[in-house]
């Protein structure tokens, strides 16, 4: 069965450094990989995926992951935090069945210092 | 925005009385999931569906069952609700164009108590 894992539950930045949430999977397959988002009281949102082709995938509110087979890794960037980036962020393999399941991490929860 | 409300938003239950919680959606879309969501643990799904009276467990499938008697509903029930199912329940659905791509969204969940 594939897994995900999710290093750190929480991550403290200062607004305007660099994000990095980091995500490893493993699966005997290739993965379709995804970051989701979570405001509070709210439900999850999709920030990013990556299907096949490029490796480097951009997605909503400046933020980019990078799909590296050889470290099974998708780990999630963004240049500069902001404020409002303060979230649960959670990272998901699907398990490429018919049944198009994802499998999530536990998240991350970003917190953005002023 | 896909259309997909759940109900109800909270409630308040106590040990061994059975509990439904509905999704619905308004998109005509075929995938239907519905997960839980617990502190360290990230989302774990529970059941899903692949289309009128079609699903199937998923990995914490014990103590609930599911029913979908029509495309727009997807109801996930406790038979006898227990203090371990004190959760929030998210529904979702697949979402896009190309639904084999596990892209889902998400509902704004339900809020469940055990006492």
């Known amino acids: 069965a594939q897994s995900v894992t999710q290093l750190g539950s929480h991550v403290s930045v200062s607004e305007g450094a660099l994000v990095l949430l980091r995500c490893n999977y493993s699966s005997s397959v290739p993965p379709y990989l995804f970051w989701y988002v979570q405001y509070p009281n709210q439900g999850l949102q999709l920030l990013l995926k990556y299907t096949t082709g490029a490796t480097l995938v951009k997605g909503i509110n400046g933020f980019e992951a990078e799909f590296k087979k050889s470290e099974t890794s998708f780990h999630l960037t963004k240049p500069s935090a902001h404020m409002s980036d303060a979230a649960e962020y959670f990272c998901a393999v699907s398990e490429g069945d018919s049944s198009y399941k994802l499998i999530f991490g536990s998240g991350t929860r970003l917190l953005v210092r002023p | 925005d896909a259309g997909i409300t759940q109900s109800p938003r909270h409630k308040v239950t106590e040990t061994g009385t059975p509990v439904t919680l509905r999704c619905h959606q308004t998109?005509?879309?075929?995938?239907m999931y519905w997960y839980r969501q617990d502190p360290g643990h990230g989302l774990r799904l529970i059941h899903y569906s692949y289309g009128v009276k079609d699903t199937d467990k998923g990995e914490v499938s014990d103590g609930y069952s599911v029913s979908r008697s029509k495309t727009e509903d997807f109801l996930l029930t406790l038979e006898s609700a227990t203090s371990s199912q004190t959760s929030v329940y998210f529904c979702?659905?697949?979402?896009?164009?190309?639904?084999?791509?596990?892209?889902?969204?998400f509902g704004e969940g339900s809020r469940l108590t055990v006492l």
């Open positions: 979702a659905i697949s979402f896009g164009l190309a639904e084999n791509t596990g892209e889902l969204f």
């Open positions: 998109e005509n879309h075929r995938y």
